[in-house]
T-cell receptor, first 113, second 113 residues
C-alpha cells in the first residue's frame, strides 16, 4: 500500500510569489489533513477534509492560504502571495475513519526568501 | 497558548537503558493522547496511544502512562535501541473533533552505544 505522497519535497520561492503544494492520500482514505511545522516548533493543524468537503479549517492562518480537494482524491494547498513567515514544513496526513491514527506524508519544506 | 508541552527539547540515553519522555497538557477537554515518532526528512509515524479512561497502555517496548489529575503523560521505552533515536511528539485530541491533533514541540531522543 502506497503511503501519503507529497510534492514537491522542497520549494524555495521569493516573497510575493505563489506556491502550490500537492498531497496524495492513501487510497480509500476519506479524511485528509494539512499540518504545518514552523521553525522547529509544534506541528499545527491547518485544516481537515472529509472527501471533498472542508470539515474544519479553523487552523488556516489567513486568506492567503487556499486548500482544495476536488473529487475527494488529492489535495492542493496554495499560498498566494507567500510571506516570510510562511516558511516551514507542510505535512499532509490521511486516515480511513475519523478517529484512527493519522498517516503522515514526508512533508514539503517551504522556504520563502 | 501552547496546550501540549514537551519541556525537554532533547534527551540522551544509553542503549539498553530506559528512555522516559514527558508531556504535559493544559486543556482538560483532551481525552485521547498519542505519541508520534519522526525521523529526519520523514513525516511523523504513529507509535502508541492512550484513552483518558486508562492510565497505562503497553505495546512491546513502548508504554504510555497517563496521569489525568496532573495532566501529564509519559512514554517509556525499554530497552532503548539506537534505532529509537528520533524526535518524539506528544499529541492530544478531543473526542468529536475528528482527528484534529494538538501537538507538542517534540523531544529529540538520542540513544548512544
Amino acid at each position: 500500500e502506497a503511503g501519503v505522497t507529497q510534492f514537491p519535497s522542497h520549494s524555495v520561492i521569493e516573497k510575493g510569489q505563489t506556491v502550490t503544494l500537492r498531497c496524495d492520500p492513501i487510497s480509500g482514505h476519506d479524511n485528509l489533513y494539512w499540518y504545518r511545522r514552523v521553525m522547529g516548533k509544534e506541528i499545527k493543524f491547518l485544516l481537515h477534509f472529509v472527501k471533498e468537503s472542508k470539515q474544519d479549517e479553523s487552523g488556516m492562518p489567513n486568506n492567503r492560504f487556499l486548500a482544495e480537494r476536488t473529487g475527494g482524491t488529492y489535495s492542493t494547498l496554495k499560498v498566494q502571495p507567500a510571506e516570510l513567515e510562511d516558511s516551514g514544513v507542510y505535512f499532509c496526513a490521511s486516515s480511513q475513519v475519523y478517529n484512527s491514527p493519522l498517516h503522515f506524508g514526508n512533508g514539503t519544506r517551504l522556504t520563502v526568501t | 497558548d501552547q496546550q501540549v508541552k514537551q519541556n525537554s527539547p532533547s534527551l540522551s540515553v544509553q542503549e539498553g537503558r530506559i528512555s522516559i519522555l514527558n508531556c504535559d497538557y493544559t486543556n482538560s477537554m483532551f481525552d485521547y493522547f498519542l505519541w508520534y515518532k519522526k525521523y529526519p526528512a520523514e513525516g511523523p509515524t504513529f507509535l502508541i496511544s492512550i484513552s483518558s479512561i486508562k492510565d497505562k497502555n503497553e505495546d512491546g517496548r513502548f508504554t504510555v502512562f497517563l496521569n489525568k489529575s496532573a495532566k501529564h503523560l509519559s512514554l517509556h521505552i525499554v530497552p532503548s535501541q539506537p534505532g529509537d533515536s528520533a524526535v518524539y511528539f506528544c499529541a492530544a485530541r478531543i473526542t468529536g473533533t475528528a482527528s484534529k491533533l494538538t501537538f507538542g514541540t517534540g523531544t529529540r531522543l538520542q540513544v548512544t552505544l
